[in-house]
């Protein structure tokens, strides 16, 4: 059973950072992509952040380039997304994410709130 759990969500203040975790089994960790993506409060889910397995190549597709690093353990199959200099525009619900045989999985979501 594929089982993805997230944390480190948190209130922050603008500027502030964050290490968000994801923490994984039921599946090959080290050799699956990971990703990270985010909900804003009325706004559809995003992807953020993209690790290959062996987490030699990542990819940001989104505002967060240059703020954001993703990271993985595959000793720990733990991801993880580093977060600098935040900004009120980076609230929402943080989702790890992945697919295995063809089939997406999702965490519960982590709730990173970005104000004064």
């Known amino acids: 059973q594929v089982l993805l759990v997230e944390s480190g969500g948190d209130l922050v203040q603008p500027g502030g950072s964050l290490r968000l975790s994801c923490v994984a089994s039921?599946?090959?960790?080290?050799?699956?992509?990971m990703y990270w993506h985010r909900q804003a409060p009325g706004k559809e889910r995003e992807l953020v952040a993209v690790?290959?397995?062996?987490?030699?190549?990542?990819v940001y597709p989104s505002a967060a380039q240059g703020r954001f690093t993703v990271s993985r353990d595959n000793n720990k199959n733990t991801v993880y997304l580093q977060m600098h200099t935040l900004r009120p525009e980076d609230t929402g619900v943080y989702y790890c994410?992945?697919?295995?045989?063809?089939?997406?999985?999702w965490g519960q979501g982590t709730q990173v709130t970005v104000s004064t």
């Open positions: 039921g599946f090959a960790f080290s050799r699956t992509p």
């Open positions: 994410n992945t697919w295995v045989d063809g089939k997406s999985f």
């Open positions: 690790i290959v397995g062996t987490g030699d190549y990542t």
